[in-house]
Nanobody, 125 residues
């Protein structure tokens, strides 16, 4: 069992920045990847960014490339999402998730095994 706890959400004006954190606990073996997804009101949850635990390969959805940066601290079992130049359309609940196995894809929601409870990010115009 893996527990994921997100933090760092909040209210920010357009153009501002936030850094989300996700701390994982409960299972000591290495994860294959960790990812961030988001869900805006009335919309389906969508992929935002992911990072392979070994090697650090990163993946981003097109709309956040150049603005968001995903990183990890292996020693702390923590993944971060630095969000710069935020836009109102980035407003959503942000979830982190962990993917235990190599099968599947780091950008596919259904390939993830454990999820956090989510943290709200609100970007005002």
């Amino acid at each position: 069992q893996v527990q994921l706890v997100e933090s760092g959400g909040g209210l920010v004006q357009a153009g501002g920045s936030l850094r989300l954190s996700c701390a994982a606990s409960g299972r000591t073996i290495s994860y294959y990847a960790m990812g961030w997804f988001r869900q805006a009101p009335g919309k389906e949850r969508e992929f935002v960014a992911a990072i392979r635990w070994s090697g650090g390969t990163t993946y981003y959805r097109d709309s956040v490339k150049g603005r968001f940066t995903i990183s990890r601290d292996n020693a702390k079992n923590t993944v971060y999402l630095l969000m710069n130049s935020l836009k109102p359309e980035d407003t959503a609940v942000y979830y982190c998730a962990t993917k235990l196995n190599v099968a599947g894809s780091p950008i596919v929601e259904n390939d993830y095994d454990y999820w956090g409870q989510g943290t709200q990010v609100t970007v005002s115009p």
